[in-house]
């Protein structure tokens, strides 16, 4: 066997071939998928059984196999580097095969490893192959002589643990196993061992060219390069002769128009094809451009994680989830934090996506120890991340995708990496090199930051001199000199706006940040919750997140931060950053005009629409007109006479831009309808009008604010038990990222107790009750004074007042009733305000002032992990009917008062005490909850708080409504 003890150190040893790109040939592969025999060691105890490649193991036999594991920052063993515990789990593969007869005598043979978690030793036939470590990284050993014409037995023995984890501490679930393909492959003679057509466009010229690079032994010339599309045919007779090449005009690869041309490369024994795109990603003057034209990369951090398979590649899967990211306005893929499987950068050449292609290091767990033996900065570890940079760098370097390599994350600086970075400039000066961890930009070309709040962006691009970061960060320590370069250099966010739980808030601050010409954009964090199927005791499937494995070193519910859930659905949160970035706008104002601009960069638009709504709380008038052709950064104002003669019995004008293009979603409830007939208008950014084209974006222009008239009729006696019934809250359970920050808003309102709330029927009259609230052990008062009419359809103040010394920032301040479930559980539900996502005060980019309708559970916007959601602002009616029961509460203007709703089957305390949604009870009751003031999201689970002004502050607010019950 192979020995991997003696230098734990190693990244590989045995017949390991020197790495190059994954290109489609017409030499013959076998492929080794399907089921092989398996032998797992783990804990002194083994069991053997079958396992299919690819897979993790640990995602296999609802857990016979082990359990996943989920950390972000920590490691799940001792950190002692090199090693990791001796007793770590050990699966052997086996698999017995025979070869085609037809498989070549001549030549060479190669075994290809796409993907093993994290060490793999490899023998074949009885003979030592060779080990390897680097999960998500191919390998190619040279098993020529090796293969029998008859029956081959192979074995793959992986080790969950090995000294390439200290490696791989991405945040993510750790998932053992061969997960990507186990191939054969036969080199034949003459054959092509590595090609990279490095493709060029000249933006002056319109030009474009190649500089190929064919590395073939003699056998193989000569070689020959056509481009059928461009005419271009040429005979190279050997390597010496190989020269760059003039292609004449051609068009652009952009992702805005990802333009591709069939290239063929023909030597003696092999045929190689590829996908040349034509593309230039070059830094001018610290701006990042592509084609000679600034970019704008408003980009997601993207796992590969499927809930049910892990990291196992399935491509119609994820064609899918790239579709639905062209769908929300997505034109940039971070591969967090290591390179996908090959075929991901195949599609998002087709589709069109700029990628940051990031390399399979992170050394997070470090931290912890003040990085003290951190490989980054460790000789002894050079070998394994450099070739850990190689393998990233010649696997893809062939992708007119690829516009940047990222040498990892959070692995702090070091002598590696910079080395990394000094060999990749070398190896393609073509492509800029990007490494957020470099705070002085010592040896990468973008200044990178995550998480920093907007007034941290402004030192960088709006300041000539002094800090770049707040003081408590490591990039505040920079020099002068060091701060003045960083000015100089594009800025760009690799993660901001932590997409966990309820929200992001906050998103439009970042957006219009990104105007300044040297800030070229950024990364949602993330694209996807890595939530993962369990089964409960009860037979079901339910999603599981860290903890649910039973892990005894977990980092919870973190793994589940992404702006699609792990089924693929869409959060209010995605609405609004699709809104907010979208390519194309189209911005109504109060004449009757419409501003349509473009804010795209490489290509004309043209074959769009904009559908525009007139609204108020009575009715809607609509129109659509054809957008003209308009050039790249073009802006057009354009006169709508049926919109002007709309505008008298307008509260509000929306414009929608309509994409004939690229497909989007089926509309989702609850939806915009038109106030008198029901019926349906406008759906959600990223979703279809009935012809099939996409809103691709939503503007809207509210003039003065409309009051909806109060519903007719109603009983007393009705209004008069909903009244009484009626108690103040505080308390909203919190979100995700409530609970983030050091004290966190959520420790916060825990300590004061807002939970807690009580309350005292302090006076009780006709008309008029005070309630007197506060929280155990202390001397805290809330005051609310309810004053109504005599009348069946009562007017409503509502006085709030406090006491005592409250928190700083509350989350909300409202009204709450317990309606039976008998029959309001099955209530529709009408509102005239923003809508149709939930909403709040910062993060409102997604929604629009209309009159939606839809069920209970459809405005509730469930998550992982049960917390405050559904929330509707800027709101003035809702009513609530089903059957001949019919609630409607219509808003009075007040000084005071931002009024909002929401409707859920569980109370604020029940949500909070649930860890899973599985865990809330079945509930007899209703909660509807009117609140004059909600407080903000923020993205605190990682990253800026709830800005000041989103705040809630203990003050006396006054809020009025028209009740009307029957």
């Excluded at 059928?228 to 004449?248: C, I, M, Q």
């Excluded at 890595?530 to 997140?545: E, Q």
């Excluded at 202390?778 to 406090?802: H, K, N, Y």
């Amino acid at each position: 066997m192979v020995s991997i003890v003696d230098d734990p150190f190693l990244p590989y040893a045995g017949r390991v071939v020197a790495p190059r790109s994954h290109l489609q040939t017409d030499a013959v592969a076998f492929d080794l998928s399907g089921e092989w025999d398996f032998q797992l060691t783990a804990g002194g105890s083994v069991r053997t059984g079958t396992m299919p490649v690819p897979a993790h193991w640990v995602l296999e036999g609802d857990g016979v196999w082990g359990s996943p594991a989920y950390t972000n920052v920590q490691y799940p063993f001792p950190v002692d580097p090199p090693y990791v515990p001796e007793d770590g789990p050990v699966g052997r593969y086996r698999r017995s095969f025979t070869l085609p007869e037809s498989w070549p005598a001549d030549g060479g043979d190669r075994l290809r490893l796409l993907g093993v978690e994290s060490e793999a030793t490899v023998v074949l036939n009885g003979e030592p192959v060779g080990m390897t470590r680097g999960s998500r990284l191919t390998r190619e050993f040279d098993v020529t002589g090796l293969l029998s014409s008859g029956a081959n037995d192979l074995e793959i023995t992986v080790r969950q643990w090995s000294s390439g984890s200290y490696l791989e501490d991405q945040d993510q679930w750790w998932l053992p196993g061969i997960f990507r393909d186990v191939e054969i492959l036969h080199r034949p003679v003459g054959g092509l061992d590595d090609v990279w057509l490095r493709a060029d466009f000249d933006p002056e010229t319109g030009r474009g060219a190649l500089d190929p690079e064919i590395r073939a032994d003699a056998a193989a010339w000569p070689v020959t390069l056509r481009i059928a599309e461009l005419g271009v045919e040429v005979r190279w007779t050997s390597a010496d002769d190989v020269r760059p090449l003039d292609v004449g005009a051609v068009a652009p690869w952009s992702a805005e128009d990802p333009r591709l041309y069939a290239a063929q490369v023909t030597s003696r024994g092999e045929v190689v094809e590829l996908q040349v795109g034509f593309r230039r990603s070059q830094i001018v003057a610290g701006v990042w451009q592509v084609n000679g034209h600034p970019v704008k990369l408003w980009g997601v951090n993207r796992h590969e994680v499927h809930h049910r398979v892990g990291r196992v590649f399935d491509e119609a899967w994820t064609r899918a989830d790239l579709a639905l990211m062209k769908a929300f306005n997505v034109n940039t893929i971070r591969t967090s934090h290591y390179p996908p499987h090959p075929r991901v950068l195949d599609i998002a050449d087709e589709l069109g996506f700029y990628v940051m292609l990031e390399n399979d290091y992170e050394t997070h767990g470090f931290v912890f120890d003040g990085w003290a033996g951190n490989p980054s900065d460790d000789p002894r570890w050079a070998d394994a991340l450099m070739d850990r940079q190689v393998r990233t760098v010649e696997r893809d370097k062939n992708h007119a995708c690829v516009i940047a390599w990222s040498l990892g994350n959070e692995a702090a600086t070091g002598v590696n990496l910079a080395a990394n970075s000094a060999w990749v400039h070398r190896r393609d000066p073509s492509r800029p090199v990007h490494y957020e961890g470099d705070h002085e930009a010592d040896y990468t070309d973008v200044y990178s930051r995550m998480y920093p709040t907007t007034d941290e962006v402004d030192l960088v691009l709006n300041q000539s001199s002094g800090p770049v970061a707040a003081a408590t960060h490591d990039a505040n320590r920079v020099s002068a000199a060091q701060a003045a370069h960083l000015r100089t250099q594009p800025y760009f966010l690799c993660e901001y706006v932590h997409a966990m739980g309820t929200g992001p808030g906050g998103i439009s601050g970042y957006v219009d940040a990104m105007t300044h010409p040297r800030h070229s954009g950024g990364c949602v964090w993330e694209w996807r919750d890595h939530a993962l199927d369990r089964v409960l005791p009860d037979g079901r499937t339910a999603l599981g997140y860290g903890g649910d494995f039973g892990e005894a070193v977990h980092d919870g519910n973190f793994v589940c931060d992404g702006l699609v859930d792990a089924h693929s659905l869409p959060s209010a949160g995605l609405v609004a950053w699709a809104n907010a970035v979208a390519p194309v706008i189209a911005v109504p104002d109060g004449s009757g005009s419409i501003t349509v601009t473009s804010r795209l960069t490489q290509r004309p638009i043209a074959g769009l629409a904009v559908a525009w709504e007139a609204v108020s709380p009575t009715e809607a008038v609509c129109g659509e007109f054809a957008v003209p052709t308009l050039s790249p950064g073009e802006t057009v104002v354009l006169a709508v006479p049926e919109l002007h003669a709309a505008l008298a019995q307008a509260a509000a004008v929306t414009a929608a831009v309509l994409d004939p293009h690229v497909p989007g979603l089926a509309p989702r409830a609850p939806r915009e309808v038109e106030p008198a007939s029901g019926g349906l208008l406008l759906p959600r950014v990223g979703e279809t009008v009935p012809d099939g084209r996409r809103v691709m974006s939503v503007r809207q222009w509210v003039g003065a604010a409309a009051v909806p008239a109060p519903a007719p009729g109603g009983s007393a006696a009705l209004a008069e038990a909903f009244l009484r019934s009626l108690r103040p809250t505080l308390f909203r359970a919190p979100t995700d990222n409530d609970r983030g920050g050091h004290p966190s808003d959520a420790d916060l309102w825990a300590d004061a107790r807002l939970h807690l709330l009580e309350h005292r029927l302090a006076l009780s009259e006709p008309g008029r009750q005070v309630i007197v609230s506060g929280v155990p052990s202390r001397q805290r008062r809330l005051t609310t004074e309810l004053i109504w009419d005599d009348q069946d359809a009562p007017r409503v103040t509502a006085t709030f007042s406090f006491d005592g010394d409250w928190p700083e920032a509350l989350p909300r301040i409202g009204l709450a009733a317990a309606l039976p479930a008998d029959p309001w559980g099955s209530a529709h539900v009408t509102w005239w305000g923003l809508g149709p996502s939930e909403n709040y005060s910062d993060m409102e980019e997604g929604a629009r002032l209309g009159t939606f309708q839809g069920s209970i559970d459809d405005l509730w916007g469930p998550n992982i992990r049960p917390q405050e959601g559904g929330h509707r602002g800027e709101v003035g009616s809702v009513a609530l009917e089903v059957a001949a029961r019919r609630l409607t509460i219509t808003f009075v203007p007040t000084a005071t008062a931002t009024p909002g709703f929401s409707v859920c089957r569980w109370s604020p305390l029940q949500l909070d005490q649930a860890t899973h949604p599985e865990e809330l009870p079945s509930s007899d009751s209703v909660w509807l909850t009117v609140d004059a003031r909600m407080a903000g999201i923020g993205t605190a689970s990682c990253g800026p708080a709830t800005a000041p002004q989103y705040r809630v502050a203990p003050d006396t607010v006054t809020m009025e409504f028209v009740l009307g019950i029957v």
